[in-house]
């Protein structure tokens, strides 16, 4: 291969700090004097620049990085990118007292955006999320897991997958696709929501399989949404037709969520606030990822902190993600996630950062591919101007990125 510089298609990032991130290296699997090699997407070599072959660099467009820091690129793991509108006016109302009945009684809650994203086409529901993704683009993201949910009928929940998947001709990124046709009751189902199981998983998952729309399935298991053996029907028609699950799970209450996930081997239970020692030990036994997502704790003024310190106990991997959704966390940077992880979780500055690149990538069923500096994964890094990693958790509000690379480029 050739470059149209006349090179090979090999290019080195040479003279970096890196942290690898890799499973199982001590801490952030810092490497002194790094040096990254791709050819075709992929790494080729991550190491000191010392110990790469000759052979590796031969030819090879070389980047020198003058001492800068290199990370995989970031990886948003959860996120309801997709949607039309927004509901400040929500957020307004509840500033000044108005409670959660007033807000729905007024038209407002998921009713909302599930009106307004039907309203909306394919091409409107693209345009209105691109400056979204770009926000997340520009602090190095290069994979972003994007749920339906706000469709809520076969027709808008296929619109809403097919919309995020164009994310992913529009710009360089990895998007990978969730169907939570289970994430709330629609208007016409008047109150019936064994009937609207019963359509998710006889009607919208099959066709969803069908035409190959979403990587995974995923429901909200709580007393304002669906019980836990609603999501189980759904999870066994998600496993017959061959795709994995995932779960909003132990938001409110506990409702042994974390446990039902764990059951049916969920790449990631999420939210967690309420999940107890039983659920984190199922967790640990079925490798299922925790997702802690600080944004919707901060902006809907939670005070239930999720059980950072049973997950550590029961070795429960922690991914971070932001949640970013029209109602309970229009969050578009995972560096203040970071931030917010750690001043309110107590995550370290190795969870936050191992949060939103290996286990992010775990959480997603990619860390075969993505979330590590390794041999043979693709090329997705992002480069930094920094001192150290901690700035990247410490600040709030800046964005040291020097340069976002996604397969090579």
């Given at each position: 291969m050739v470059g149209a510089n006349g090179k090979s298609g090999l290019r080195l990032w040479r003279n970096a700090r890196l942290a690898t991130m890799a499973d199982g290296a001590a801490g952030l699997g810092i490497v002194e004097k790094g040096a990254i090699a791709a050819r075709d997407g992929l790494i080729?070599?991550?190491?000191?620049?010392?110990?790469?072959?000759?052979?590796?660099?031969?030819?090879?467009?070389?980047?020198?990085?003058?001492?800068?820091?290199?990370?995989?690129?970031?990886?948003?793991?959860?996120?309801?990118?997709?949607?039309?509108?927004?509901?400040?006016?929500?957020?307004?109302?509840?500033?000044?007292?108005?409670?959660?009945?007033?807000?729905?009684?007024?038209?407002?809650?998921?009713?909302?955006?599930?009106?307004?994203?039907?309203?909306?086409?394919?091409?409107?529901?693209?345009?209105?999320?691109?400056?979204?993704?770009?926000?997340?683009?520009?602090?190095?993201?290069?994979?972003?897991?994007?749920?339906?949910?706000?469709?809520?009928?076969?027709?808008?929940?296929?619109?809403?997958?097919?919309?995020?998947?164009?994310?992913?001709?529009?710009?360089?990124?990895?998007?990978?696709?969730?169907?939570?046709?289970?994430?709330?009751?629609?208007?016409?189902?008047?109150?019936?929501?064994?009937?609207?199981?019963?359509?998710?998983?006889?009607?919208?998952?099959?066709?969803?399989?069908?035409?190959?729309?979403?990587?995974?399935?995923?429901?909200?298991?709580?007393?304002?949404?669906?019980?836990?053996?609603?999501?189980?029907?759904?999870?066994?028609?998600?496993?017959?037709?061959?795709?994995?699950?995932?779960?909003?799970?132990?938001?409110?209450?506990?409702?042994?969520?974390?446990?039902?996930?764990?059951?049916?081997?969920?790449?990631?239970?999420d939210h967690l606030e309420y999940t107890d020692e039983a659920g984190a030990a199922a967790m640990a036994k079925a490798g299922t990822v925790a997702g802690i997502l600080p944004g919707a704790f901060y902006f809907i003024r939670e005070t239930k902190k999720p059980p950072v310190e049973l997950f550590r106990r029961h070795d429960v991997k922690m991914a971070l993600a932001t949640d970013s959704n029209p109602g309970t966390s229009p969050l578009t940077s995972l560096l203040l996630t970071m931030n917010m992880a750690a001043t309110l979780f107590g995550m370290t500055v190795d969870e936050c950062l191992a949060g939103i690149t290996r286990e992010a990538a775990r959480a997603l069923g990619l860390l075969h591919k993505t979330g590590t500096l390794e041999a043979g994964k693709s090329a997705d890094l992002a480069i930094w101007d920094i001192e150290r990693p901690a700035e990247l958790v410490y600040r709030m509000g800046f964005n040291p990125l020097h340069a976002r690379i996604w397969r090579g480029q």
């Amino acid at each position: 291969m050739v470059g149209a510089n006349g090179k090979s298609g090999l290019r080195l990032w040479r003279n970096a700090r890196l942290a690898t991130m890799a499973d199982g290296a001590a801490g952030l699997g810092i490497v002194e004097k790094g040096a990254i090699a791709a050819r075709d997407g992929l790494i080729v070599y991550a190491g000191t620049e010392a110990d790469m072959p000759a052979s590796i660099g031969q030819g090879a467009e070389a980047i020198d990085c003058e001492g800068r820091w290199i990370t995989p690129g970031l990886i948003d793991c959860h996120t309801h990118l997709v949607y039309a509108g927004n509901r400040a006016n929500e957020f307004e109302m509840r500033l000044v007292g108005a409670t959660y009945e007033e807000v729905a009684r007024a038209g407002g809650g998921i009713v909302s955006s599930v009106k307004s994203l039907r309203a909306a086409s394919e091409s409107d529901l693209v345009a209105q999320t691109l400056p979204r993704l770009d926000a997340l683009i520009a602090e190095g993201v290069t994979t972003v897991e994007v749920k339906s949910g706000y469709g809520l009928d076969l027709e808008n929940e296929k619109k809403s997958l097919r919309a995020a998947r164009r994310l992913g001709e529009e710009r360089p990124v990895t998007i990978r696709t969730t169907c939570l046709a289970a994430h709330a009751l629609p208007p016409e189902a008047k109150g019936d929501k064994d009937a609207f199981i019963d359509l998710v998983a006889a009607t919208i998952l099959p066709a969803v399989a069908a035409e190959g729309l979403a990587d995974a399935v995923d429901g909200f298991c709580e007393g304002i949404a669906f019980s836990p053996e609603q999501m189980a029907r759904v999870f066994d028609k998600a496993k017959a037709l061959g795709l994995p699950v995932k779960l909003h799970a132990d938001q409110l209450s506990n409702l042994h969520g974390a446990e039902l996930a764990a059951r049916y081997g969920a790449l990631s239970a999420d939210h967690l606030e309420y999940t107890d020692e039983a659920g984190a030990a199922a967790m640990a036994k079925a490798g299922t990822v925790a997702g802690i997502l600080p944004g919707a704790f901060y902006f809907i003024r939670e005070t239930k902190k999720p059980p950072v310190e049973l997950f550590r106990r029961h070795d429960v991997k922690m991914a971070l993600a932001t949640d970013s959704n029209p109602g309970t966390s229009p969050l578009t940077s995972l560096l203040l996630t970071m931030n917010m992880a750690a001043t309110l979780f107590g995550m370290t500055v190795d969870e936050c950062l191992a949060g939103i690149t290996r286990e992010a990538a775990r959480a997603l069923g990619l860390l075969h591919k993505t979330g590590t500096l390794e041999a043979g994964k693709s090329a997705d890094l992002a480069i930094w101007d920094i001192e150290r990693p901690a700035e990247l958790v410490y600040r709030m509000g800046f964005n040291p990125l020097h340069a976002r690379i996604w397969r090579g480029q």
